[in-house]
């Protein structure tokens, strides 16, 4: 159960509390210590003054058009759903988000899902007052992550990525601090335990709606939804999520474990996804160095050698000092072929990968395992876009192929995999490329119709063809 965003008012007043928390911080530091040692710097002190550069609020907004008593009246009585023409209101939410990934340039943050939903701006707001305009990229909605991406201004100090844990490094019990931007009052932190590594099964074996989620009790509210969880050393072990009951679940929250967030940073830090490209391995992130975590067979990245477990701490010359850094020299090379230096073992390796544009693999995977031969995207944008469909123009068919025996015909547009726009090139890749021979694909095609006068209407039907 996802916990329900509240309206704020002032996002300025959002940033205060951390304003203030900083300020205060400043101050002490500026002091003569009485002793050698404060007793009250301890630990859970330490990591929040570690973890707070790494940390922002975030604020959503839209406008939104209410229904004329007239449009309300036909709405009401007739069920008609009839667009808003009324005066527009801006419909705010609060959120909190963590930086994971930092360029010299540009910072990443990581956040829920549900708080950028149907959001037309966002804004967000660091530790010390800065303020950004943030750009959604990517997103999973079964996870309920999402990036976002803010630039840094000339002269403004860098960004702060915080550091992960390692995928299974709790302990039932240990200390966890939950920081983020509750009620809209920014900078707030709560101390607990670690009550639960997932929630899977209740007593009776019933499954829970909750996907391996921690469980905690430090106080998790409105706004914390995208905020961090630590533990004491001030490494991410979760993502702040909801909490059981707004009225009667104190002390029973929830947050999705390091080991989801660092397998969805690999998907969102992959080259596929970033650059469109087919390199075929997903990498750790923080902390350094970069490891492989997988390589997928006959890839580009396997034909090169590389392997799971190694690290890679160059490419084309040049150091690699994060995921997204590595994103971007990988996509900068020339001709798309890479020179990298890994660690193997102790041992430095040169290795050179060519990556394959995804939308050649994806044509070549209609041509092997359908039969069909597609031209690019580009093509018929160039044709007339008010009436032509957005697809891939079919230009052949393989004769006795699955295709041709499912009566598909050099000039009909294919809009979609299986429900996967083909424009969405990453996931139509997974599409073609993951079933077995006899598996259907169901295509979404459309077929022109000629008039006498010149005119072409088009019409769209789906088809089940069999994988080869």
């Known amino acids: 159960m996802k916990m329900r965003l509240q309206k704020t008012a002032d996002f300025r007043r959002a940033g205060t509390g951390a304003l203030i928390l900083a300020c205060l911080a400043s101050f002490s530091g500026a002091q003569a210590p009485l002793r050698d040692t404060d007793i009250r710097r301890n630990a859970t002190v ?11 609020n975030i604020r959503t907004s839209k406008l939104v058009r209410r229904n004329t008593p007239e449009e309300e009246f036909y709405r009401r009585f007739f069920g008609w759903n009839l667009a808003g023409s009324g005066p527009a209101e801006e419909q705010v939410n609060i959120g909190s988000g963590v930086i994971v990934e930092a360029t010299d340039e540009e910072g990443y943050i990581l956040t829920n899902f549900h708080v950028l939903q149907q959001a037309e701006r966002v804004q967000v707001q660091l530790w010390d007052g800065r303020e950004y305009e943030a750009e959604k990229l990517l997103y999973q909605t079964q996870k309920d992550l999402a990036l976002l991406k803010i630039v840094r201004r000339a002269g403004e100090p ?31 932190v709560s101390r607990g335990i670690l009550s639960s590594k997932n929630r899977r099964l209740d007593a009776g074996g019933k499954r829970l709606d ?32 909801a909490v059981y009951n707004q009225e009667e679940g104190k002390g029973t929250g929830f947050a999705i474990p390091v080991k989801q967030i660092s397998s969805a940073l690999s998907d969102f830090f992959s080259l596929e996804y970033s ?14 160095p970069l490891e492989i975590r997988y390589v997928q067979s006959h890839s580009p990245a396997h034909d090169a050698g590389l392997r799971e477990g190694q690290q890679v701490i160059e490419v084309n010359g040049q150091a690699v000092s994060s995921l997204a850094r590595f994103c971007q020299l990988m996509a900068a090379s020339p001709n798309h072929k890479a020179r ?9 390796r040169q290795e050179v990968v060519q990556m394959v544009p995804l939308e050649e693999v994806n044509r070549a995977l209609f041509n092997k395992r359908l039969g069909l031969t597609v031209d690019s995207l580009s093509r018929v944008a160039g044709q007339n876009p008010s009436s032509t469909p957005t697809g891939l123009p079919v230009t052949s068919v393989e004769k006795d192929g699955p295709a041709a025996r499912a009566q598909l ?28 021979s006899g598996d259907p694909f169901r295509l979404l095609v459309n077929v022109a119709t000629r008039y006498a ?7 769209t039907g789906s088809v089940d063809i069999p994988a080869r």
């Open 409 to 436: 015909e050099a000039g009909m547009i294919v809009s979609a995999v299986d429900n996967v726009p083909v424009t969405d090139v990453v996931n139509l890749s997974n599409v073609l490329g993951n079933k077995t």
């Open 158 to 188: 860098p960004f702060h990525p915080i550091t992960l844990a390692a995928d299974d490094d709790l302990l039932l019990g240990e200390t966890v601090i939950a920081i983020g931007n509750p009620f809209g009052l920014g900078g707030s």
């Open 340 to 348: 990298l230096v890994v660690l193997d073992n102790g041992r430095q």
């Open 275 to 288: 650059a469109k490209l087919w390199l075929g391995a997903r990498f750790r992130g923080s902390p350094q």
């Open 210 to 241: 909750y996907p391996d989620w921690l469980q905690t009790d430090a106080d998790i509210n409105p706004g914390n939804s995208g905020g961090p969880l630590v533990n004491i050393r001030g490494e991410l072990i979760g993502i702040n999520v």
């Open 453 to 459: 006068n010149g005119q072409v209407r088009w019409l």
């Open 46 to 56: 330490a990591a929040i003054e570690r973890v707070t550069p790494s940390v922002v």
